[in-house]
């Protein structure tokens, strides 16, 4: 079965900007859909961006404007790429996709 892992986060200043990467262990060309969720300690995850296999994408209000997903099918990787960082987007970062295994994620700290 796929795996899926994250990797990127780090601890940056309120402003600033990471880029995540998550490697999927086989091909993601077949893969419809394509999402970067988070979760902030003591809350729910949830979806901060979602990529399907046609290129189209999708992001929640808080989010959009300063994220940006991509993937590289050729690569089985997907990315994230996060500008204007603000403290509430602090969490633990994973992409999924229907049916694979959650990853362990990577934590991204945005100090204020």
């Known amino acids: 079965q796929v795996q899926l892992v994250e990797s990127g986060g780090g601890l940056v200043q309120a402003g600033g900007s990471l880029r995540l990467s998550c490697a999927a262990s086989?091909?993601?060309?077949?893969?419809?859909?394509m999402g970067w969720y988070r979760q902030a300690l003591g809350k729910q995850r949830e979806l901060v961006a979602i990529?399907?296999?046609?290129?189209?994408?999708n992001y929640p209000n808080s989010v959009r404007g300063r994220f940006t997903i991509s993937r590289d099918n050729g690569k089985n990787t997907i990315y994230l790429q996060m500008n204007s960082l603000k403290p509430e987007d602090t969490g633990v970062y994973y992409c999924?996709?229907?049916?694979?295994?959650w990853g362990q994620g990577t934590q991204v700290t945005v100090s204020s």
């Open positions: 999924n996709s229907p049916g694979i295994p």
């Open positions: 990529i399907r296999s046609g290129g189209t994408t």
């Open positions: 086989g091909s993601i060309a077949n893969m419809y859909v």
